[in-house]
């Protein structure tokens, strides 16, 4: 199975400061069409998840731009360019390449 | 705009049966693929079910095989989750999920959630 591992577990923020968030595969991430399917989710507090970025780098609808996402392979991150107050919550990674793992979650907080 | 709204979470007995159902709108629901995602209290995400577009097809993890069965009625827009046999460890708000392709590789299509509903809470205790 394929194990995700999040770097920080806990991200104390200054609001208005960025955030990033690194997400590591215990294998490669690329299927053999050509696509990584890495994505990132949101729980705030109380909240469901949702979606924020799949295939790496794409925001899904209605994410500010703010959220970005990076990497290939192994390795990933995902950037808050300025934090807001809203931004408070469990970020997770998620795979899709190869069944479905989740990354243990980075719980974002204000410092 | 999706809409997914569960119900049916409830308190239960170790050994007994609850069903679940998530009502959808906004989408073209046989269209798509569902999911059912749980998440014990203070802990990650644990992905239970999933099923086709059709039915036809369904999918479980090895903690509720033979346990659980997922369904859906097209007709009505709503999918369900049969739980028997429930046990301590199945305590946890349980979420409905569309799919969404491109979200996972094609082979497991009913891996890659777009849109999740609030949640129902499963509480198995005596």
């Given at each position: 199975?394929?194990?995700?591992?999040?770097?920080?577990?806990?991200?104390?923020?200054?609001?208005?400061?960025?955030?990033?968030?690194?997400?590591?595969?215990?294998?490669?991430?690329?299927?053999?069409?050509?696509?990584?399917?890495?994505?990132?989710?949101?729980?705030?507090?109380?909240?469901?998840?949702?979606?924020?970025?799949?295939?790496?780098?794409?925001?899904?609808?209605?994410?500010?731009?703010?959220?970005?996402?990076?990497?290939?392979g192994t390795d990933f991150t995902l950037k808050i360019s300025r934090v807001e107050a809203e931004d408070v919550g469990v970020y997770y990674c998620?795979?899709?390449?190869?069944?479905?793992?989740?990354?243990?979650?980075?719980?974002?907080?204000?410092? | 705009?999706?809409?997914?709204?569960?119900?049916?979470?409830?308190?239960?007995?170790?050994?007994?049966?609850?069903r679940l159902s998530c009502a959808a709108s906004g989408f073209t629901f046989n269209n798509y693929a569902m999911t059912w995602v749980r998440q014990?209290?203070?802990?990650?995400?644990?992905?239970?079910?999933?099923?086709?577009?059709?039915?036809?097809?369904?999918?479980?993890?090895?903690?509720?095989?033979?346990?659980?069965?997922?369904?859906?009625?097209?007709?009505?827009?709503?999918?369900?989750?049969?739980?028997?046999?429930?046990?301590?460890?199945?305590?946890?708000?349980?979420?409905?999920?569309?799919?969404?392709?491109?979200?996972?590789?094609?082979?497991?299509y009913y891996y890659g959630m777009d849109v999740w509903g609030q949640g129902t809470t499963v509480t198995v205790s005596s």
């Amino acid at each position: 199975d394929i194990v995700m591992t999040q770097t920080p577990l806990s991200s104390p923020v200054t609001l208005g400061q960025p955030a990033s968030i690194s997400c590591r595969s215990s294998q490669s991430l690329v299927h053999s069409d050509g696509n990584t399917y890495l994505s990132w989710l949101q729980q705030r507090p109380g909240q469901p998840p949702r979606l924020l970025i799949y295939k790496i780098s794409n925001r899904f609808s209605g994410v500010p731009d703010r959220f970005s996402g990076s990497g290939a392979g192994t390795d990933f991150t995902l950037k808050i360019s300025r934090v807001e107050a809203e931004d408070v919550g469990v970020y997770y990674c998620m795979q899709g390449t190869q069944f479905l793992t989740f990354g243990q979650g980075t719980k974002v907080e204000i410092k | 705009e999706v809409h997914l709204l569960e119900s049916g979470g409830n308190l239960v007995q170790p050994g007994g049966s609850l069903r679940l159902s998530c009502a959808a709108s906004g989408f073209t629901f046989n269209n798509y693929a569902m999911t059912w995602v749980r998440q014990a209290s203070g802990k990650g995400l644990e992905w239970v079910s999933g099923i086709s577009g059709s039915g036809r097809s369904t999918f479980y993890a090895d903690s509720v095989k033979g346990r659980f069965t997922i369904s859906r009625d097209n007709s009505k827009n709503t999918l369900y989750l049969q739980m028997n046999s429930l046990r301590a460890e199945d305590t946890a708000v349980y979420y409905c999920a569309k799919t969404n392709p491109g979200i996972a590789a094609v082979e497991y299509y009913y891996y890659g959630m777009d849109v999740w509903g609030q949640g129902t809470t499963v509480t198995v205790s005596s």
